[in-house]
């Protein structure tokens, strides 16, 4: 295996950990800031809602491994 295919691997398998981490921190959070929107955004459309939590999820972990790759000081990390 290729150093950069080893090196891709490791962003997205870091992409992939850092989106499971955040699926359950970001509903906790939403449901922390504003109960009564989210139990009704569950209760009318609950997939539309999961999809939301995903993407944002997947969003604040794709830029969080993005900048933590390129920045030699965050790589200690």
């Known amino acids: 295996m290729s150093t950069r295919r080893r090196v891709n691997r490791k ?19 939403f449901y922390l800031l504003d109960k009564s929107s989210v139990s009704l955004d569950l209760k009318t459309a609950p997939v539309s809602f999961i999809l939301k939590m995903a993407g944002i999820a997947f969003g604040i972990s794709l830029i969080i491994s993005f900048w933590g790759h390129r ?7």
């Not at 962003?11 to 359950?24: E, P």
């Not at 920045?71 to 990390?77: A, I, M, Q, T, V």
């Open 11 to 29: 962003f997205w398998i870091k992409v992939f950990r850092l989106t499971l981490i955040y699926l359950i921190i970001v509903p906790v959070v």
């Open 71 to 77: 920045d030699p000081e965050l790589r200690k990390y």
